[in-house]
T-cell receptor
Framework: DAKTTQPPSMDCAEGRAANLPCNHSTISGNEYVYWYRQIHSQGPQYIIHGLKNNETNEMASLIITEDRKSSTLILPHATLRDTAVYYC??????????????FGTGTRLQVFP | NAGVTQTPKFRVLKTGQSMTLLCAQD?????MYWYRQDPGMGLRLIHY???????AKGEVPDGYNVSRLKKQNFLLGLESAAPSQTSVYFC??????????????FGPGTRLTVL
């Protein structure tokens, strides 16, 4: 499985955009980039995923570089409730996949007032 | 829908005792998973199941057993607990046929301490 590299921690002012980077230089052609977050010891929560196109949903935007070796999760207007550990995960997509997620240590995002 | 529920929420065991953690999901998901999370670490997969009656080993299966007798339930057993198994245990479920995102849904966790 491809590995990911994330900064251990980041700060962001409330109301500003939070940009969380992730390197996945060994990603394979059929592997997707997934983002989950974990708020204070709760179970992880799915945020967004993508293959090679930029994606946006109600929670965040995902920007994947053209060579797919890195990506950035963007929280456009961070709030205090976005304080959490964010995990970038690479895994194969499609059906009949056992969906085994390999979690690293993630990025601890602290949103301050 | 309750989603994914875990029983119990907290437990303290003595070394050598046994216990079973119960995970239940009401989303009709085919796949279920057990993870453990140690302080400051990401989650690590213990065992998983791709359907009723089937189980498979994950990254850290030693010291644990699992059973999936019913589609909605996934049991994690510790036959002889050790202090190294002190951790927070998360259960998750997913279904590639019902979720466009292929996402996993996680339970609230069980905090286990082995003395």
């Amino acid at each position: 499985d491809a590995k990911t590299t994330q900064p251990p921690s980041m700060d962001c002012a409330e109301g500003r955009a939070a940009n969380l980077p992730c390197n996945h230089s060994t990603i394979s052609g059929n592997e997707y980039v997934y983002w989950y977050r974990q708020i204070h010891s709760q179970g992880p929560q799915y945020i967004i995923h993508g293959l090679k196109n930029n994606e946006t949903n109600e929670m965040a935007s995902l920007i994947i570089t053209e060579d797919r070796k890195s990506s950035t999760l963007i929280l456009p207007h961070a709030t205090l409730r976005d304080t959490a550990v964010y995990y970038c995960i690479v895994r194969p997509g499609g059906f009949h996949n056992t969906d085994k997620l390999i979690f690293g240590t993630g990025t601890r995002l602290q949103v301050f007032p | 829908n309750a989603g994914v529920t875990q029983t119990p929420k907290f437990r303290v065991l003595k070394t050598g005792q046994s216990m079973t953690l119960l995970c239940a999901q009401d989303m009709n998901h085919e796949y279920m998973y057990w993870y453990r999370q140690d302080p400051g670490m990401g989650l690590r997969l213990i065992h998983y199941s791709v359907g009723e009656g089937t189980t498979a080993k994950g990254e850290v299966p030693d010291g644990y057993n699992v059973s999936r007798l019913k589609k909605q339930n996934f049991l994690l057993g510790l036959e002889s607990a050790a202090p190294s198994q002190t951790s927070v245990y998360f259960c998750a479920s997913s279904s590639p046929w019902t979720s466009l995102n292929n996402e996993q849904f996680f339970g609230p966790g069980t905090r286990l301490t082995v003395l």
